[in-house]
Structures are given as structure tokens and as C-alpha cells.
């Protein structure tokens, strides 16, 4: 079974840094694309960043591009998100998710597995 385990979120001021990690298990980082989605309260879960590894390619949405970078280290099976420039709205749960469709697939019911989700706050 394919598990995802993601940390790194917490309470940061606006225009700081975080760092999320999400570790994964099985053929996760192998055969699947791996991304991150999040969430906000009384909204639905919205793509943020996606990567694969073979042939290398990622996305990213409008409203983080420039700011957010997803990686991958195969060593550790774990992939990153490296948030800058953070801002009020990037305020939410930010789970990570596994499918064969990512990074090009951006469309949560299609996920095929998440993590826990960790909760990143953006406030002074």
C-alpha cells in the first residue's frame, strides 16, 4: 500500500519560508507523479505543485508560480516544497498526493492517494 507521510508546516509571517516534506512508501516515487494540494476553510482542495521524475517535468499554479518550488530527493523518497514570498492566502492544510497522472492532472477527486495534511498559517 502506498503511504505518505507530510511535514513542515506551522505558523510563519508573511513574505517568510517553509518547508514541506512528505516521505512516501511502495513505488510512490517510482511510478507515480507526486504534488501538493491544499486547502482552506468552506473551500475545496485546489492544486499547488506537482513533479515527475521520469521524463523530469513539474507545474505549478498561477498563484504560487515564482514563489513555491517542488523537488524530489530519490534517496530519501521524499518530496519538497519549498514556499517563499508566503502570503495570507496561502493559508491552509496542505496535503500531499500520489497519482500517475500528476503532474499534469490537477483535479483532486482524481487522486488516487494523500497524506495527512499539514497546516501552514501565514500571519503576522
Known amino acids: 500500500q502506498v503511504q505518505l507521510v507530510e511535514s513542515g508546516g506551522g505558523l510563519v509571517q508573511p513574505g517568510g519560508s517553509l518547508r514541506l516534506s512528505c516521505a512516501g512508501s511502495?513505488?510512490?516515487?517510482?511510478?507515480?507523479?507526486m504534488g501538493w494540494f491544499r486547502q482552506a476553510p468552506g473551500r475545496e482542495r485546489e492544486f499547488v505543485a506537482a513533479?515527475?521524475?521520469?521524463?523530469?517535468?513539474?507545474r505549478y499554479a498561477d498563484s504560487v508560480k515564482g514563489r513555491f518550488t517542488i523537488s524530489m530527493d530519490n534517496a530519501k523518497n521524499t518530496v519538497y516544497l519549498q514556499m517563499n514570498m508566503l502570503k495570507h492566502e496561502d493559508t491552509a492544510v496542505y496535503y500531499c498526493a500520489a497519482d500517475v497522472n500528476l503532474p499534469y492532472s490537477r483535479n483532486a477527486k482524481e487522486i488516487s492517494y494523500w497524506g495527512q495534511g499539514t497546516q501552514v498559517t501565514v500571519s503576522s
Open positions: 511502495g513505488r510512490t516515487f517510482s511510478t507515480y507523479g
Open positions: 513533479i515527475r521524475r521520469a521524463p523530469p517535468d513539474s
